[in-house]
Structures are given as C-alpha cells and as structure tokens.
Nanobody, 115 residues
Framework: QVQLVESGGGLVQPGGSLRLSCAAS????????MGWYRQAPGKQRELVAH???????DYADSVKGRFTISRDNVKNMVYLQMNSVKPEDTAVYFC?????????WGQGTQVTVSS
C-alpha cells in the first residue's frame, strides 16, 4: 500500500534550521508531484512547497528564500530544508504525493518554533 512517512520535526529556536524528510513507498515516485503542506492550530492546511515531476519548484510567499524543497527519485525521498525559521512557521507539516485527481498524505510531523 502507499505510505508517506515524515520525519525530522521538533522544537527549534527562531532563526534556526530544520530539515524534514519524507519517505515514499508503494507509488511510482517519479510519476508523482510532491509537496509539503502545513496546518497550524485553527487554520486551514496550506501548501508550503511543491516539486513537480519535471523538476520545477514553487513556494508559498511566506517561505520563499527561507525554505527549499528537494527530491531524490532514486531513494524515493522528498526533503524540506527550513532556514531562518519564525514562530509563525509552527505547524504540523505534511508530505503529499499527487497526480491528476489522486493525492496521498503522510501522517504529519510537528514543527515548533519557540525560544
């Protein structure tokens, strides 16, 4: 079955860095766009970063210049490098794989930015 497993979340101080990882299995990874979403308490889930099958990337305005998404099509992994984090980056971060009308989600990993 399809599995997306995130790791790397935790507590980080403002201005610090964190790297999230997502291991995918059960899908033809190269055929899926990959994304990182986040959901803060009381807010809707939002797209943070997107990596297309063609290698293009896109970011929410709030994280441009600070976050970087990358993917490894050999290891079936997608990463989110988070630099210069801010308290407003605090949320549960989800990995997603999507292709046409099909979307798969991971279980999420908590990121808390606090001093």
């Amino acid at each position: 079955q399809v599995q997306l497993v995130e790791s790397g979340g935790g507590l980080v101080q403002p201005g610090g860095s964190l790297r999230l990882s997502c291991a995918a299995s059960g899908i033809n990874f190269r055929a899926y766009h990959m994304g990182w979403y986040r959901q803060a308490p009381g807010k809707q889930r939002e797209l943070v970063a997107h990596s297309s099958t063609g290698g293009t990337t896109d970011y929410a305005d709030s994280v441009k210049g600070r976050f970087t998404i990358s993917r490894d099509n050999v290891k079936n992994m997608v990463y989110l490098q988070m630099n210069s984090v801010k308290p407003e980056d605090t949320a549960v971060y989800f990995c997603a794989a999507y292709f046409t009308l099909r979307t798969y989600w991971g279980q999420g990993t908590q990121v808390t930015v606090s001093s």
